[in-house]
């Protein structure tokens, strides 16, 4: 998430109120999660066994829970809680903004678009041309919305990311200010949700289609001309390349990459990053034709049991 212009370490520190250690007037741009940094971003980090890739990785600035040496070039936010102050660099860059209509009013809607009765569309939302938006679909903030676009009844894109930090109090959410990208002849099914990004987005490839009940987590990438079967579940982060088929009931760990052409057998259970072009069954999931080798075999155990028996 970048900022509307750049800001200067001293002035991201006065608004969070913690210490830095760099160049006062050093630039600035965003704030970004781990795997989406940019120079010129801040990282937050909170546990030691995350310091090295935090200060290692491409952002040139990083929100720390402790005062540690500071790379060349580089630039810290010294805080007692990153976590917290990272909530409320999102807090003061992308508030939350309440609606005072179901279509708002900066609301882009392009030439032969179908907006169905009780839908709502939020603040800053761009509809391409010629999609068909059916009733009760809710599209948050921010979302951009390719050409030839269906949406079906009941689906929900840009709900918050699915991320916690457990405190003795409770769960302290991360909150969201990341986008839904939809790109162009995209079907999305009925009573589907995407969640926006936490600080980047989350985006469906164009020509992709996505069946009736999938939940398609935070900053997940799917490419284009994939087909996703009903009752799946793609965790946040992970990285779908085109041609992938995930039949029904398919469960994805986060952070992984499904590699291009991958298909995945229904009610399999994926923990694993993929290899080009291979089919995957059972969970956790491996090669089809391993997995359904292992099972012939398994069939013969009490043949061989009753063999050795009889000798």
């Not at 030439?111 to 938006?133: A, D, L, R, S, Y």
């Not at 894109?157 to 457990?166: E, I, Q, T």
Request: glycine fraction near 10%; charged fraction near 25%; proline fraction near 4%.
């Amino acid at each position: 998430m970048k900022f509307p212009k750049p800001y200067t370490l001293k002035q991201v520190a006065t608004l969070i109120d913690c210490e830095f250690k760099g160049s006062e007037d050093f630039e600035i741009l965003g704030i970004n999660e781990i795997h989406v940094v940019e120079p010129g971003d801040i990282v937050f980090v909170d546990h030691p066994k995350y310091y090295d890739k935090a200060l290692e990785s491409a952002a040139t600035i990083v929100l720390i829970n402790k005062d540690v040496e500071c790379p060349e070039g580089k630039a810290l936010l010294i805080s007692d809680d990153p976590f917290r102050d990272f909530n409320k660099l999102t807090s003061h860059f992308k508030p939350f903004k309440s609606a005072s209509s179901a279509i708002a009013s900066d609301a882009i809607i392009g030439e032969g678009t179908i907006i169905q009765p009780n839908c709502f569309i939020g603040n800053n939302v761009t509809i391409g041309k010629n999609c068909i938006i059916h009733a009760n679909v809710s599209i948050y903030d921010d979302a951009i919305i390719g050409d030839h676009v269906t949406i079906h009844s009941g689906s929900v894109l840009g709900a918050s990311a699915f991320y916690y930090k457990n405190r003795p109090e409770g769960y302290d959410q991360l909150k969201s200010g990341g986008r839904v990208i939809i790109e162009d002849h995209v079907d999305i099914g009925a009573l589907c949700t995407i969640d926006r990004g936490v600080t980047g987005d989350t985006t469906i490839g164009e020509g992709s289609k996505l069946d009736n009940h999938i939940q398609i987590g935070h900053d997940t990438v799917l490419g284009k001309k994939c087909l996703i079967a009903s009752h799946t579940a793609i965790a946040g982060c992970v990285v779908v390349e085109d041609n992938v088929t995930l039949w029904g009931q398919v469960g994805v760990k986060s952070g992984i990459t499904i590699a291009k052409g991958t298909v995945i057998y229904a009610q399999s259970g994926l923990g694993q990053t993929t290899e080009e072009g291979k089919t995957y069954f059972g969970s956790p999931a491996i090669e089809a034709r391993a997995f359904f080798k292992e099972r012939a075999y398994a069939k013969k155990i009490p043949e061989i049991l009753q063999k050795l028996k009889n000798l």
